[in-house]
T-cell receptor, first 113, second 115 residues
Framework: DQQVKQNSPSLSVQEGRISILNCDYT??????FLWYKKYPAEGPTFLIS?????DKNEDGRFTVFLNKSAKHLSLHIVPSQPGDSAVYFC????????????FGQGTTLQVKP | EAGVVQSPRYKIIEKKQPVAFWCNPI?????LYWYRQNLGQGPELLIR????????DSQLPKDRFSAERLKGVDSTLKIQPAELGDSAVYLC????FGTGKETQYFGPGTRLLVL
């Protein structure tokens, strides 16, 4: 049972345009969401997070939107840069504060110069 | 500040052989995690430590996997005997606390291939 799903395995965008990566979840007990970025042969690195009490969080070129009623979140990158090419994972944690993150399958983003 | 250190980076073994992975977390982080990432999937938690105590090992296949975190710092994950299906990347992460509402810092991982 995949509680966090990223249905698009890959995405290709032109440099300077917007990249939108999507993530859906099924567990209504999730109350904190994170995005991680992963380059080849490296571990995932934290990008941005959002609490369920918010519907938007912004950090520079990166914005995460949360739609709790739809159990959907998205990551917007504007403008996209070639260095953003990586695998992006969304992750969720629950209100029980167990520290356990549930990851999606990842979306490979390619930003073309 | 040094990040999470893992060794070895790559390991190739034959099935039924034992293998061990080592992790040194970020200094001062009391929570340590071991994840397994299969090809095309996201990381899945195997075990979480708070200091020396394993507080969540529900996903650890205990018949062949074992882990320890002596003195609440370094940790070792062992597989004995390895099976073909154990081929994956094994990631170690650490965080200050274990709330799930904080950044987990990942090491580069150990890529295991079981032949």
């Amino acid at each position: 049972d995949q509680q966090v799903k990223q249905n698009s395995p890959s995405l290709s965008v032109q440099e300077g345009r917007i990249s939108i990566l999507n993530c859906d979840y099924t567990n209504s007990m999730f109350d904190y969401f994170l995005w991680y970025k992963k380059y080849p042969a490296e571990g995932p690195t934290f990008l941005i997070s959002i609490s369920s009490i918010k519907d938007k969080n912004e950090d520079g070129r990166f914005t995460v939107f949360l739609n709790k009623s739809a159990k959907h979140l998205s990551l917007h990158i504007v403008p996209s840069q070639p260095g953003d090419s990586a695998v992006y994972f969304c992750a969720a944690s629950g209100s029980s504060n167990t520290g356990k993150l549930i990851f999606g399958q990842g979306t490979t983003l390619q930003v073309k110069p | 500040e040094a990040g999470v250190v893992q060794s070895p980076r790559y390991k190739i073994i034959e099935k039924k052989q034992p293998v061990a992975f080592w992790c040194n977390p970020i200094s001062g982080h009391n929570t340590l995690y071991w994840y397994r990432q299969n090809l095309g999937q996201g990381p899945e938690l195997l075990i979480r430590y708070e200091n020396e105590e394993a507080v969540d090992d529900s996903q650890l296949p205990k018949d062949r996997f074992s882990a320890e975190r002596l003195k609440g710092v370094d940790s070792t994950l062992k597989i004995q005997p390895a099976e073909l299906g154990d081929s994956a990347v094994y990631l170690c992460a650490s965080s200050l606390f274990g709330t799930g509402k904080e950044t987990q810092y990942f090491g580069p991982g150990t890529r295991l291939l079981v032949l």
